[in-house]
């Protein structure tokens, strides 16, 4: 027999072997030396026939692992990865739920401002300077970092926090999210592990699930993650990338303080940790809290940010600053997934955050919020409600329920009526947040969902 | 020895191993019952001592194939994936070039109309009627599948192709690529097989090597891919996706005949292969082609388009038209990694595709197009430079450079000259259109462009 006609036969074996199911999808073959034995047969032979159904996408070679059978068609539906969770508590279902309430539905449980509270005088002036503008704002892409006046803009605003970042060192994004995925998307590998806070901004964990990473939670205190813990995940578990909120945190209104953003450094350094530092509550700040990328630089620490929270959700833009390498990395990865960026979006944010009226608007939102924070605690009070911590600003009350409750259940009684809540497990990683919940104090200005919480209460004691 | 001690034993061994570096990132570790054999160790001992590593990130388990060591922090360098590019046909460079190109660059190569082609004047009026609109359209964020009204305006308008997707089959997305990006998310495995044309628009080749798959070219024929060697193909590499441009092909203008079409749904339908088919050139056309997504029904074909060539780039907006239940998932996957949409652009697209003057726009577009197209014709022939079909209508011209003359050379000496031309391999898995270009006619009006090319081709001669 000629060895292209062992060849032949080899193939032969396996495909048939495949078809008839003797093979699963996912399975891995015999060795090429097995194969190569019980065919009676070389090694190099087998090698051959293996490495040519390779190339024909029959079977799939892992480099130092072998060959295994292709596998059907498994469309990535996220709500099948990780453990089965209560709808109340998916973090998938609450940010649809909260997207899709129409106007009736109360949304104590929302992560942003009531649209009344948002920057609208700004969008329309905007709108209407926009309209005036010159023909290339209209109708081109931006560049591959994004609009250049707007970088040039972030980079001085940036200092207010000790940011320091060049208008090269920032790109631009179409939201905060798609800043997280890309650096994801550019750093991770499915079943790298990276760290966040326990709890945490629950779409944290849906955007990990789609990058099929382990996701480790770090217990948060008042001043930023638990700093010894921290030092444990990172020698039990050497994370790649710890994803965390800067100034105001979500849900805990924990604010870092410089003794732990130091040593969370040091700790990062000496693990060769990448740190993603989420912005977007800046402009919330009364009092500015260290930023990590202030202290380290941006050398590990990636900063990004958006204007959804203050400015505008109906406008898509955000940023990412970083090294100088990593963004021009980043660039490629932007363009390759999702071409040019927005200009005009990015033209609206640079008219609204540079128009004088923006800062009175904020001045203004955060002393409302001030007063709702009082307003929501002092109506939590009576229900046995009480707060982890009175943050200093922000729009997030993280609250004890009273005693042996459970807050999903509360969350599926208000939700009957009409309340959407945001109960604890949803943010936490270990699921230990059973009795907690997320107010939105801006959008808990309504006696009725009071009202409901008071029954939903009672009805579980 | 306690068999805590053992397992620790075991532990400490790997972690020596793994520091010292005789065990590098991505080596398999020795099988658990060669580790017990060499430590004289049970099986159980070893296997445990393996759990708790993988259990701490320091090495990795797979499926069915044993341990690895966990790797280094290796970021996604696009630029490094697949072979080594020349500069003038890397896809990236080359959509980098365009969108980077200053007002004195001439840009034949690039793949949009020039600006003052756009709908500068529908834009303005948008921006105009929106800076009236509720407060709801200027700050808020669209409900998870997208701004409704559009996506009836989409159902309605697809029909006109003979596409019937209700709107519940509709989601919008931030752009033509994001929504293909997403459908490769939801899709793909690293490692899987992707069919496309060759030539085919190169960001394609841009965005599969983000995901890390494999890409394999089908020959393109003036009716569409060539149906036995598309048939050829599904044999010989199992893919599990097909992406294409539909109406007027990129870069070639070939038109899908029925018959193609009707030949190429049968060969998927055998081997379950999914198919995108994306549609940004619909309003080019002249006498509408076939829909691969309305001969199928939307069943395993996949409809996307976008706004950016013929409203305007500046705004994004994109859709897909897919099953319902794809729809259902992708509409998590967008969630998760962009949040919500941008209803302002939403808007700001209905408000321009709604308006009586669109049509007229676009019919002038397609009269001026035509006009360009004979003028570019007429301009290239003295030098040469013939085309391969002359396509119906669109802006694109695939043209063969003369006898043995290198595109990527001419590419190189007219940049030289500030004219950016499109070089054949740029758009070709294989590499085999060395001797092509693809001429954008609308950016082909100036004649310095056919002066560049002039010289280059005589310094080539």
Chains 1, 2 share one sequence.
């Not at 453990?83 to 973090?91: C, F, G, N």
């Not at 970042?165 to 798609?178: C, F, H, K, R, V």
């Not at 329920?401 to 939700?415: F, N, S």
Request: aromatic share 6%.
């Amino acid at each position: 027999m000629k060895n292209g006609t062992r060849i032949s036969a080899v193939m032969a074996e396996i495909r048939s072997a495949i078809t008839s199911r003797r093979y699963l999808p996912g399975m891995r073959l015999p060795s090429v030396r097995a194969q190569a034995r019980a065919m009676r047969l070389s090694v190099s032979t087998v090698l051959e026939a293996y490495e040519r159904l390779a190339a024909e996408g029959a079977i799939t070679s892992r480099r130092g692992s072998g060959f295994y059978v292709s596998g059907p068609l498994c469309p990535l539906a996220l709500t099948k990865i990780g453990p089965k969770l209560d709808r109340e508590v998916d973090p998938l279902w609450i940010s649809r739920q909260a997207l899709e309430a129409d106007a009736g539905v109360l949304r104590p449980g929302c992560g942003w401002l009531p649209s009344e509270w948002m920057y609208e005088k700004g969008m329309r002036r905007a709108l209407r300077s926009l309209a005036r503008a010159d023909t290339a704002a209209l109708t081109e892409y931006a560049t591959p970092p994004g609009l250049s006046a707007l970088r040039q803009f972030l980079s001085r605003r940036l200092l207010a926090t000790g940011v320091e970042a060049s208008p090269e060192q920032i790109m631009l994004t179409e939201s905060g999210t798609q800043a997280i995925d890309l650096i994801c998307r550019f750093l991770l590998e499915p079943g790298d592990t990276v760290l966040v806070d326990d709890p945490c901004y629950f779409n944290f964990h849906a955007l990990l699930k789609a990058h099929r990473v382990r996701v480790v939670g770090v217990p948060v205190t008042p001043n930023g993650p638990d700093v010894a813990m921290f030092g444990a995940a990172l020698q039990a578990h050497s994370p790649r990338l710890y994803i965390t909120n800067s100034a105001i945190h979500n849900p805990t209104g924990a604010v870092l303080s410089p003794v732990t953003a130091h040593r969370l450094l040091s700790l990062a350094d000496s693990s060769d940790l990448v740190i993603v530092e989420d912005d977007i509550f800046a402009d919330f700040e009364v009092h500015p809290a260290p930023r990590l990328a202030a202290f380290d630089g941006l050398s590990r620490v990636i900063h990004i940010g958006s204007f959804s929270k203050t400015v505008s959700a109906s406008l898509r833009c955000g940023y990412i600053a970083a090294r100088p390498d990593w963004i021009d990395s980043l660039i490629d990865l932007k363009i390759a997934t999702g071409f040019g960026g927005g200009r005009l979006a990015s033209e609206m944010v640079l008219a609204a955050l540079t128009d004088s009226g923006y800062r009175r608007h904020m001045e203004a939102v955060r002393v409302r919020l001030a007063r709702e924070m009082d307003n929501t605690l002092a109506r939590l009070e009576p229900l046995g409600i009480t707060p982890w911590r009175v943050p200093q600003a922000g729009m997030f009350l993280w609250c004890r329920l009273p005693d042996g409750v459970d807050a999903a259940a509360i969350a599926r009684a208000c939700l009957k009526e009409d309340v959407v809540l945001a109960p604890g497990n949803a943010f936490s990683q270990s699921l230990s947040a059973g009795s907690f919940a997320r107010f939105n104090v801006a959008q808990s200005t309504d006696n009725r969902v009071f009202e409901a919480l008071a029954r939903a209460l009672d009805k579980a004691r």
